[in-house]
């Protein structure tokens, strides 16, 4: 009996030091020995999976030696990829591959991921689709009674260098006064396609073209086509800010009144700012003055508050968009303003 414990003991003892033996292993400069899983390394830091404190992340700086149980995928700072086992012998990393050994610095080593997987900054760089629908439904009781909808959409090829947006909404609303009363408050309806590239980290161009009409301000069609280029003044994982600078050419035709065409100086700013992960504001201003008279100009305005409802397709949008002509119709005002509460589906 005393033999058979002793036996078990000894069994259990060498599968804990198997598995200990099979665990990946970081060793950082002041000597600290971190096991666990090695699942990634980018962007300067080795994410390591431990059943003791979740995921690890250590700055590659401070790191002296790790050590792989299986074979990961490795990405040098050249370009270089081998898939292998890692280990560490003097401060040289070696990445033992089925064709040969490598040997490197732990500050050459640029990624990492598992093994026979694609190179994550492939994926990334890679062009994909995302769709977008909003609508929302908006009412007022009171001395004026009120009810409008308001309907978008936007599809869009997307890639960190460039994006392909293809865009399109429509809004209507009427308005019952005191006495029954009902005019029509707002009728619009645009579409429009957008392309913009970067070829540097910071400069780019941009080529864009839109049509729509707006029976309430009599304009029975009005094309915008410009083109220029963008500059990003702020780009990192919270901000976006972009600038875009360049020319066109803008046409109307009114239910009343001559038309109005020539060429437009084409100027526009967005920024988007993530608080959380879960609150974020967008703004996008456009300001179009025609060449030839630069009081003849559309100013348009769009600010709005994101916030996700449940699963992240989700999102209720609260925003306020203007819209001012100069030069609008007789009898039309200058400014047309709307208050909106948006349900946002998204998907890939």
Not at 99 to 121: C, F, H, L, N, R
Not at 205 to 223: M, P, Q, Y
Not at 241 to 264: C, D, I, K, T, W
Request: contains cysteine; positive net charge; charged residues 20%.
């Amino acid at each position: 009996m005393h033999k058979s414990i002793q036996h078990l003991l000894a069994l259990l003892c060498a599968a804990f030091l198997n598995t200990a033996l099979l665990a990946d292993v970081v060793e950082t400069k002041n000597g600290a020995k971190l096991v666990g899983k090695i699942t990634k390394i980018d962007s300067g830091a080795i994410t390591l999976s431990t059943t003791y404190a979740g995921d690890l992340a250590i700055k590659q700086t401070e790191v002296a030696s790790i050590a792989t149980d299986a074979p990961i995928a490795v990405r040098l700072a050249s370009g270089t990829r081998i898939d292998g086992k890692v280990s560490t012998t003097d401060g040289i990393i070696q990445v033992a591959s089925k064709d040969g050994t490598v040997s490197t610095s732990i500050d050459k080593v640029a990624a990492s991921w598992a093994a026979g997987g694609e190179d994550p900054q492939i994926v990334a760089m890679r062009r994909h689709w995302t769709f977008q629908t909003s609508a929302d439904v908006v009412g007022k009781q009171g001395n004026t009674k009120s009810t409008g909808i308001g309907l978008g959409f936007v599809a869009a090829l997307v890639s960190p260098q460039d994006a392909l947006k293809f865009y399109g909404a429509y809004d209507y609303a009427t308005t019952t006064s005191a006495t029954g009363v009902k005019t029509k408050s707002a009728d619009a309806t645009k579409g429009g396609v957008d392309y913009s590239s970067f070829f540097s980290e910071k400069y780019g161009w941009f080529v864009r073209s839109e049509l729509g009409k707006d029976s309430v301000a009599a304009i029975n069609l009005r094309s915008t086509t410009d083109a220029g280029g963008t500059y990003r003044l702020i780009k990192n994982t919270s901000q976006s800010l972009v600038g875009r600078l360049g020319a066109g050419y803008r046409f109307e035709s009114y239910s009343v009144g001559p038309n109005n065409q020539g060429a437009v100086l084409s100027t526009g700013l967005s920024h988007s700012y993530a608080f959380s992960n879960y609150t974020s504001i967008v703004t996008d201003l456009q300001y179009l003055p025609a060449f030839k008279n630069f009081a003849d100009y559309r100013f348009l305005h769009d600010s709005a508050l994101e916030l996700p409802l449940g699963p992240d397709f989700w999102k209720l949008r609260l925003g306020v968009n203007n819209q001012y002509t100069s030069k609008p119709v007789l009898l039309r005002e200058k400014l047309d303003t709307t208050y909106y509460t948006r349900l946002l589906l998204n998907w890939k």
